[in-house]
């Protein structure tokens, strides 16, 4: 029997039923879908977090492996559980601001829907998960500009990829021509990499916690209008700790 504190605890987040994915029914200007729970993400979310986010869709459709504790938020007693349902009250109770986190399953092979939100971003191991998650973004664009119209603005895409010490990642204005062939090309070059290349499972402690801070730094000028532009690319190295933006 769960006691009150516990109960108020789990009113703001939503765990995964019967795989079913649960769409809100208004945009949230400060609302931000993260894709792929594994080491790339894992502290990403909880620095978006302290930056106030209002809402948070976390999606996964995979369960919580051993490989996945070392340098991550997850904890030994979280094995064998949905990654979203774990990563969504890992945040709920990491924050003070009780943000609303909604833990939704994603299966790229199944062209899962995804929510209407202001930032979308994705580290995956997957060229093929990469590559079905950038048309689910702007199938859900084109959805829910046709349903908000002009209340809902041009989603941004943010993509991260690590390799042990280092990282790469980009930010595009799907609303943007010039973006969306930038989008376009590195789909191509994602068909050429194998499935379960394992790049986000060889990343360090170190190199994720440099990440979090520059992704979400760059999230934070973006928004606010500092780095106006509709492609951003960032990379890092945790062993020179040095980083780089390009906008």
Same mark, same amino acid.
């Given at each position: ?14 765990? /995964? ?11 949230? =200007?400060?609302?931000y879908?993260?894709?792929g729970? &594994? ?5 990403? &979310?909880? @620095? ?5 986010a ?7 459709q ?8 070392l ?21 709920? !109770? ?13 299966? *790229? ?19 093929? %998960?990469? /590559? ?17 119209? @002009?209340?809902?603005? =041009?989603?941004?895409?943010? $993509? ?23 989008l376009?090309?590195?789909t ?5 990499i @194998?499935?379960?290349?394992? #790049?986000? *499972? !060889? =990343?360090?402690?170190?190199?994720m916690?440099? #990440? ?12 606010? &209008?500092?780095?106006?532009? $509709? ?6 190295? %945790? ?9």
């Amino acid at each position: 029997m769960e006691t009150q504190q516990n109960q108020e605890e789990n009113s703001n987040w939503t765990p /995964i039923q019967n795989h079913g994915v649960i769409l809100n029914d208004r945009f949230l =200007s400060n609302t931000y879908t993260l894709i792929g729970l &594994g080491h790339g993400l894992s502290r990403v &979310g909880l @620095e978006l977090i302290k930056l106030g986010a209002d809402m948070v869709y976390v999606m996964d459709q995979d369960k919580v492996e051993e490989r996945n504790i070392l340098g991550t938020l997850y904890q030994h007693n979280q094995l064998n559980t949905f990654k979203a349902e774990s990563y969504a009250q890992i945040l709920f !109770r990491q924050s003070n601001q009780r943000p609303i986190v909604i833990a939704l399953p994603f299966h *790229a092979t199944t062209k899962t829907p995804l929510p209407p939100s202001q930032w979308y971003i994705s580290a995956l191991d997957s060229g093929n %998960a990469r /590559i079905e998650v950038l048309k689910a973004i702007l199938q859900a664009k084109k959805t829910y500009s046709r349903l908000y119209k @002009e209340d809902y603005p =041009s989603p941004y895409y943010m $993509d991260i990829r690590f390799n042990f010490s280092q990282f790469f990642g980009y930010v595009i204005n799907t609303g943007n021509p010039k973006a969306l062939r930038f989008l376009k090309d590195d789909t191509d070059e994602l068909k050429d990499i @194998e499935d379960e290349h394992g #790049c986000n *499972a !060889r =990343s360090n402690p170190i190199a994720m916690s440099l #990440c979090a801070g520059l992704a979400n730094r760059v999230i934070l000028d973006v928004t606010s &209008g500092v780095l106006n532009r $509709d492609i951003i690319t960032f990379s890092g190295n %945790a062993d020179t700790m040095k980083v780089t933006v390009f906008g």
